[in-house]
């Protein structure tokens, strides 16, 4: 399985950016993710969507990200408003089977895509 984001950029403080991630193959069964990765910093999770469309946010997204998926298009993307300079991180699109443990870091992933925030 290959993946590759993109979306990624330089956004002030307070903009918005859309990341999205297509999968070589079909995604229909399987749960996406992204992590993100701050310079000096272990890859953390962001948010996770199952096959069947359930999402889980960590702390960090919740109630600015949206994590969503096109099955049709083997994609899935993550809607982040009201961006703020920490996070900063280069972001991972991450495929794994269903059902998914969101505390383990494991499964397929692409090769990230820079997001930079300025204040």
């Known amino acids: 399985v290959q993946l590759q984001a993109s979306g990624g950029g330089l956004v002030q403080a307070g903009g918005s950016l859309t990341l999205r991630c297509v999968a070589s193959?079909?995604?229909?069964?399987?749960?996406m993710a992204w992590y993100r990765q701050a310079p000096g910093k272990q890859r953390e999770l962001v948010a996770g969507?199952?096959?069947?469309?359930?999402?889980n946010y960590a702390d960090l997204a919740k109630g600015r990200f949206t994590i969503s998926r096109d099955n049709g298009k083997n994609t899935v993307y993550l809607r982040m408003n009201s961006l703020k300079p920490e996070d900063t991180a280069v972001y991972y699109c991450?495929?794994?089977?269903?059902?998914?443990?969101?505390?383990?870091?494991?499964?397929?992933w692409g090769q990230g895509t820079q997001v930079t925030v300025s204040s």
């Open positions: 991450n495929l794994r089977r269903d059902p998914p443990i969101w505390s383990m870091s494991y499964g397929y």
């Open positions: 193959g079909s995604i229909t069964i399987d749960a």
């Open positions: 969507i199952t096959g069947g469309g359930k999402t």
